[in-house]
């Protein structure tokens, strides 16, 4: 799996708070990352916290 962020992201880090395992903000913006199934729940409530909705979760 993986979590993506578009050009959307405000650099909140909200996301990176949320699952510091997948994003980051070394680039200013939020970066994601590949992830398993493990972290499936934190990348899901980062994705649902996102106030600009700019996480997508691909298989």
Same mark, same amino acid.
């Given at each position: ?13 909200? #996301?990176? @708070?949320? #699952?510091?395992? *997948? ?5 200013? *913006?939020?970066? @994601? !990352? ?8 934190? *990348? ?7 106030? *600009? !909705?700019?996480? !997508?979760?691909?298989?």
């Amino acid at each position: 799996m993986k979590a993506t962020v578009n050009e959307s992201c405000i650099s909140c880090g909200l #996301c990176a @708070g949320a #699952c510091p395992e *997948v994003f980051n903000l070394d680039s200013g *913006v939020a970066q @994601g !990352s590949e992830f398993g199934e493990e972290l499936l729940p934190q *990348v899901q409530e980062a994705r649902d916290s996102c106030p *600009v !909705s700019a996480i !997508s979760i691909e298989e």
